[in-house]
């Protein structure tokens, strides 16, 4: 079974600042890596993913993630932040069958102006 | 129109009492999941199913059951309902292969 872990659960952080959300998951098999945003009264909308190649991988809004083996980890980044990315974020992990999803508990992130 | 609906939005109900949430999708995947998200403890998997004839328990199916009426139809139903099912619940959909999950706006849920 895979599991997942993010570290903060709450982040804040101001306007135009980086921001980094971590993630590290569990698993005995080869997996695919996920993250999502859920913005207030909304559902989850996939941010980015990562199946296979690259372990850079860009999202939208600006965001981009990279996957490490050896660490077992998938941090969420973005450079510089917008009141606008003030949301839930959750990372997910799926087995390479794709068959089910696990979330992360997830990471508050509040800009602030 | 959305891709995934659920019904009902909101609902208030009261101890003991049989509630139904609906799931419908417009994209003809072939997956359908139900997960409850509470403060703090992130999404946990009810069911999910695969097709119309196959359906699975996920990590906290005790007190619920589902029904995958056609491929784009998957309800939750709640059979005597306990003030700790009090929950946003969330359905989602995917499609064979392509390992992305596309979300309903979720149901809140609150048993009195």
């Given at each position: 079974?895979?599991?997942?872990?993010?570290?903060?659960?709450?982040?804040?952080?101001?306007?135009?600042?980086?921001?980094?959300l971590?993630?590290?998951?569990?698993?005995?098999?080869?997996?695919?890596?996920?993250?999502?945003?859920?913005?207030?009264?909304?559902?989850?909308?996939?941010?980015?993913?990562?199946?296979?190649?690259?372990?850079?991988?860009?999202?939208?809004?600006?965001f981009?993630?990279e996957?490490?083996?050896?660490?077992t980890?998938?941090?969420?980044?973005?450079?510089?932040?917008?009141?606008?990315?003030?949301?839930?974020?959750?990372?997910?992990?799926?087995?390479?069958?794709?068959?089910q999803?696990?979330?992360?508990?997830?990471?508050?992130?509040?800009?602030?102006? | 129109?959305?891709?995934?609906?659920?019904?009902?939005?909101n609902?208030?109900?009261?101890?003991?009492?049989?509630?139904?949430?609906?799931?419908?999708?417009?994209?003809?995947?072939?997956?359908?999941?139900?997960?409850?998200?509470?403060?703090?403890?992130?999404?946990?998997?009810?069911?999910?199913?695969?097709?119309?004839?196959?359906?699975?328990?996920?990590?906290?199916?005790?007190?619920?059951?589902?029904?995958?009426q056609?491929?784009?139809?998957?309800?939750?139903?709640?059979?005597?309902a306990?003030?700790?099912?009090?929950?946003?619940?969330?359905?989602?959909?995917?499609?064979?292969?392509?390992n992305?999950?596309?979300?309903?706006?979720?149901?809140?849920?609150?048993?009195?």
């Open positions: 079974a895979q599991s997942v872990t993010q570290l903060d659960s709450q982040v804040p952080v101001f306007e135009e600042a980086p921001v980094e971590r993630c590290n998951y569990s698993s005995s098999v080869s997996v695919y890596l996920f993250w999502y945003v859920q913005y207030p009264n909304q559902g989850l909308q996939l941010l980015l993913k990562y199946l296979s190649g690259s372990t850079l991988v860009k999202g939208i809004n600006g981009e993630a996957f490490n083996k050896s660490q980890s998938f941090h969420l980044r973005k450079p510089s932040v917008h009141i606008s990315d003030t949301a839930e974020y959750f990372c997910a992990v799926s087995g390479n069958t794709g068959n999803f696990y979330f992360g508990t997830g990471t508050s992130l509040t800009v602030i102006p | 129109d959305a891709d995934v609906t659920q019904t009902p939005r609902r208030i109900t009261k101890t003991g009492k049989r509630i139904m949430l609906e799931c419908s999708q417009t994209k003809g995947h072939d997956r359908m999941y139900w997960y409850r998200q509470d403060p703090g403890l992130g999404l946990r998997l009810i069911y999910y199913s695969f097709d119309v004839k196959d359906i699975n328990k996920g990590e906290i199916s005790d007190g619920y059951s589902v029904s995958r056609a491929q784009a139809k998957f309800s939750l139903s709640l059979e005597s306990i003030p700790n099912q009090t929950a946003l619940y969330f359905c989602a959909t995917g499609l064979s292969g392509a992305v999950l596309t979300f309903g706006a979720g149901s809140r849920l609150t048993v009195l």
